[in-house]
T-cell receptor
């Protein structure tokens, strides 16, 4: 079946613009995650949804970052008033598991590469 | 979560076994060892995980030392498509959903 799909794959924004990044998780996956990956670094956790509920947003770097998953399926990560330091790859992952779970297997999309000029 | 230490890079000849080490000396009893890899321009991909026993699946084998302070991921017959960054992650058995990635090991498979 289809994997996690993210769009757009690439986004160039001028500093100060708002952007919206979309994630389509694997059908039936209850849990959804967003990660941020800076160049040369491993991904870092941003936020976690279980169905439509955002259970953890502790990794969001500032209040300019906002994520939603209104119907428990597709999710959008929105960044307001983008800054150069927001340039990164934004990865979405989904999982059939809900937490607490014994296993932590997440399925990742290819990511959206955001460049802020 | 326990911290992991991996070499920054390794080379492996195509067709040979690739052995990727990971140290996790502060691992606690309920923490699993996970391996993910990330091929260039793709998202991370789950490979294998284990708690105490050695594990094998269609992709790889995971060898965990008896004291659980280190582990080795083995790709038995490396191909060019196995060139990627490999991440060793320690995660609690029940509780934390965050995957804490380090910098991983960049494995280059050489023709």
């Amino acid at each position: 079946g289809a994997g996690v799909s993210q769009s757009p794959r690439y986004k160039v924004a001028k500093r100060g613009q708002d952007v919206a990044l979309r994630c389509d998780p694997i059908s039936g996956h209850v849990s959804l995650f967003w990660y941020q990956q800076a160049l040369g670094q491993g991904p870092e956790f941003l936020t976690y949804f279980q169905n439509e509920a955002q259970l953890d947003k502790s990794g969001l770097p500032s209040d300019r970052f906002f994520a939603e998953r209104p119907e428990g399926s597709v999710s959008t990560l929105k960044i307001q008033r983008t800054q150069q330091e927001d340039s990164a790859v934004y990865l979405c992952a989904s999982s059939l598991k809900t937490w607490p779970a014994r296993e932590n297997i997440q399925y990742f999309g290819a990511g959206t590469r955001l460049s802020v000029l | 979560d326990a911290k992991t230490t991996q070499p920054p890079s390794m080379d492996c000849a195509e067709g040979r076994a690739a052995n990727l080490p990971c140290n996790h000396s502060t691992i606690s009893g309920n923490e699993y060892v996970y391996w993910y890899r990330q091929i260039h321009s793709q998202g991370p991909q789950y490979i294998i995980h284990g708690l105490k026993n050695n594990e094998t699946n269609e992709m790889a084998s995971l060898i965990i030392t008896e004291d659980r302070k280190s582990s080795t991921l083995i790709l038995p017959h490396a191909t060019l498509r196995d060139t990627a960054v490999y991440y060793c992650i320690v995660s609690p058995g029940a509780g934390s959903y965050q995957l804490t990635f380090g910098k991983g090991t960049k494995l280059s498979v050489i023709p």
